[in-house]
């Protein structure tokens, strides 16, 4: 990246840091349980809402006790089990126009991030009936207040049931997108370990290593705050010493619940604070290939890490002292941070690469992390698309890479 690039992102990023005391962030209110949501609408005079999943969650029956414990009380249920991974623009609008159909007042998003980043995009559909959702790509694009919406996570890791983004992907053209603007916060999240219990191991891994994702580019980032730091933190903590609890047995509530909690925190770390190079890499392999979003994170995550180098040291210093780590200086308990990151995830088995990745696909997927990332994401140090490719060719690699030079 030129200098004159890199000033002006980092001059563009310090600008929303010193914003941020002034901006409307807020966390929603936490209820523990998904049987306090009848009553609740019940107090709003709500009597018809949407209900937006995905077939799997609908299928294991996950929604179900809710959906009969709204009927029993008088409130109509319009459900939308057509998400898919990485929700598209048609879903979205398949989903607007069952809001509109029954009549709903609230949009209730039951699943993954996949479920709740849909039902943000519904949100934002219904506040602006002549605007596309591409229209919406980027920073404060969403003015006008949303249908109510609560979000219900079935999975400790995206954190989208406290942040203000929705990340959709073009049904036409697969490019993937986020949109941030503060009404798509929700006003409600229901942290119910219940919830995640019939979860695959596999999932448990990959959305909790999402949440790891979350909370330690928040933190290494320049543009945190006491409170985003603190959240991070926390939220780092309660990963390393649960999350391989969680993975192991799926009865663990006090695992789940913790995890939950880790996902939360990490949420409201990087609504703030904003992610990194992970995510932007992340996002263009979630819209090229369909990767899923936590596996992608997860693979990345040790590679863009390290090839950080001495720009996160100290910061990364800090969350290894945080979980025990100790170390003669601030590269020592980093790079023995990241080895840990590596062990958890040998131990949660997750895979070295991504085969997916192609060489002919490079130029165009690092050129929409670099439209993505730069200059909004307040990075340690600052890449453009030609130094993003090396992360896609460290995940074609046969074997795991170990030796990236920083």
């Known amino acids: 990246m030129n200098i004159i690039r890199k000033i002006y992102c980092r001059v563009f990023q310090e600008v929303f840091h010193m914003?941020?005391?002034?901006?409307?962030?807020?966390?929603?209110?936490?209820?523990?349980?998904v049987m306090a949501l009848p009553g609740l609408f019940k107090d709003k005079d709500i009597k018809s809402v949407l209900l937006v999943t995905d077939k799997s969650i609908r299928g294991f029956g996950i929604t179900k006790g809710?959906?009969?414990?709204?009927?029993?009380?008088?409130?109509?249920?319009?459900?939308?089990?057509?998400?898919?991974?990485?929700?598209?623009?048609?879903?979205?609008?398949?989903?607007?126009?069952?809001?509109?159909?029954?009549?709903?007042?609230?949009?209730?998003?039951?699943?993954?991030?996949?479920?709740?980043?849909?039902?943000?995009?519904?949100?934002a559909r219904i506040a602006y009936p002549k605007k596309p959702l591409a229209k919406m790509e980027g920073i404060l694009k969403v003015l006008r207040r949303i249908p109510l919406l609560i979000a219900v996570p079935t999975t400790a890791g995206t954190g989208s049931e406290t942040t203000l983004a929705s990340v959709i992907v073009d049904s036409r053209t697969r490019h993937k997108y986020p949109i941030n603007s503060f009404p798509l916060i929700p006003r409600y999240a229901v942290l119910d370990p219940e919830t995640t219990r019939t979860l695959p191991p596999s999932i448990t891994a990959t959305t909790g290593l999402d949440a790891l994702t979350h909370a330690v580019e928040a933190f290494i980032g320049r543009s945190t705050t006491?409170?985003?730091?603190?959240?991070?933190?926390?939220?780092?903590?309660?990963?390393?010493?649960?999350?391989?609890k969680a993975y192991k047995d799926g009865n663990d509530m006090v695992a789940r619940r913790s995890m939950l909690r880790a996902a939360f925190l990490a949420g409201s770390?990087?609504?703030?604070?904003?992610?990194?190079?992970?995510?932007?890499?992340?996002?263009?392999?979630?819209?090229k290939y369909n990767t899923p979003h936590g596996l992608a994170n997860a693979v990345l995550l040790p590679y863009v890490l390290d090839y950080y180098g001495k720009s996160a040291w100290k910061k990364l210093a800090a969350l290894a002292e945080a979980v025990g780590i100790s170390g003669r200086s601030d590269e020592d308990k980093a790079k023995v941070f990241i080895s840990e990151i590596r062990r958890i995830e040998g131990n949660l088995r997750i895979p070295a690469t991504l085969p997916e990745v192609r060489e002919e696909d490079i130029d165009e997927l690092s050129a929409?992390?670099?439209?993505?990332?730069n200059p909004l994401y307040p990075v340690p140090r600052l890449m453009g698309k030609e130094e993003l490719r090396v992360f896609y060719r460290m995940v074609m690699a046969k074997e795991?890479?170990?030796t990236a030079t920083a």
Do not use: M
Not at 68 to 76: E, M, P, Q, T, V
Not at 368 to 373: C, F, G, M, S, V
């Open 19 to 33: 914003a941020i005391p002034f901006l409307p962030y807020r966390k929603p209110a936490i209820l523990d349980s």
């Open 66 to 123: 809710l959906e009969d414990a709204l009927r029993d009380n008088g409130i109509n249920v319009a459900v939308y089990d057509s998400t898919v991974a990485n929700p598209t623009t048609d879903n979205v609008e398949e989903a607007r126009k069952l809001y509109i159909a029954a009549g709903c007042q609230a949009i209730i998003g039951f699943g993954g991030g996949s479920s709740i980043d849909a039902a943000k995009a519904v949100g």
């Open 226 to 244: 006491k409170e985003t730091r603190s959240d991070a933190i926390e939220a780092v903590k309660l990963i390393f010493a649960n999350i391989e």
């Open 269 to 287: 770390a990087f609504t703030k604070s904003y992610v990194g190079y992970v995510h932007a890499v992340a996002h263009s392999l979630g819209g």
């Open 368 to 373: 929409y992390a670099d439209k993505e990332a």
């Open 400 to 402: 795991k890479n170990h």
